[in-house]
């Protein structure tokens, strides 16, 4: 069982460089959400779906674009990277089958650096 | 949004010792999750805790819906229960539900 897979695991840009991170999962999951993780603080939602299609906006959405193109695909765009995106980014999915209230399940973890 | 704040934020104990870790949040929820994030970054889901009580080995957690909050029980700690231990929530919203992170409790358990 693969699960929630995050392509790549560590990545370092040059201001202003562009970079797409893939989330993949595996169990038919219906929503999907991308999150990031500053040093010493919580996570943070940045963009999620609620299904294939679909995308809407979190918490802190600005400087990235999502596309869900596929149901088991979620992608997160950073068109042009600035330092303050250095940070740790988190996939995660849920509701297979449509069901509601179920479990979320997370990626490794992407490691990314802009200089 | 909903609010969901954690307590206490660092907490450092001797091997051998219990721990209770609290999450209160600001709205009605219909998901809460308990989750450990290890000393390499990766999260490991604990509990599925809408309501109720469940344990699992030296790991329990209770959730009382109506007043809003969560317990994780840690007993009989051990150095590889060290790490950040989240607890998210998710506010109904038919068909555009967001699991929202709390602000994390640092346990640090000392041989």
């Known amino acids: 069982n693969a699960g929630v897979t995050q392509t790549p695991k560590f990545r370092v840009l040059k201001t202003g460089q562009s970079m797409t991170l893939l989330c993949a999962q595996d169990m038919n999951h219906e929503y999907m959400y991308w999150y990031r993780q500053d040093p010493g603080m919580g996570l943070r939602l940045i963009h999620y779906s609620v299904g294939e299609g679909t995308t809407a906006k979190g918490e802190v959405p600005d400087g990235y674009n999502v596309s869900r193109l596929k149901k088991q695909n979620f992608l997160l765009g950073l068109e042009s990277a600035a330092p303050s995106q250095t940070s740790v980014y988190f996939c995660?999915?849920?509701?297979?089958?449509?069901?509601?209230?179920?479990?979320?399940?997370f990626g490794q973890g992407t490691r990314l650096t802009v200089v | 949004g909903i609010q969901v704040e954690q307590s206490p934020p660092d907490l450092i104990l001797q091997e051998g010792a219990n721990s209770t870790l609290r999450c209160n949040f600001s709205?009605?929820?219909?998901?809460l999750q308990w989750f450990h994030q290890n000393p390499w970054g990766q999260l490991i889901n604990l509990f599925y805790?809408?309501?109720g009580t469940k344990q699992n080995g030296r790991l329990s957690a209770t959730t009382v819906a109506t007043e809003r909050y969560s317990l994780l029980y840690i007993s009989s700690s051990q150095t590889t229960d060290s790490g950040v231990y989240f607890c998210?929530?998710?506010?109904?919203?038919?068909?555009?539900?967001?699991?929202?992170f709390g602000t994390g409790t640092r346990l640090t358990i000392i041989p």
């Open positions: 709205d009605s929820v219909n998901n």
């Open positions: 998210a929530v998710v506010k109904p919203n038919f068909g555009n539900e967001k699991l929202t």
């Open positions: 995660a999915s849920s509701y297979p089958n449509r069901v509601p209230n179920t479990e979320a399940f």
């Open positions: 805790i809408p309501s």
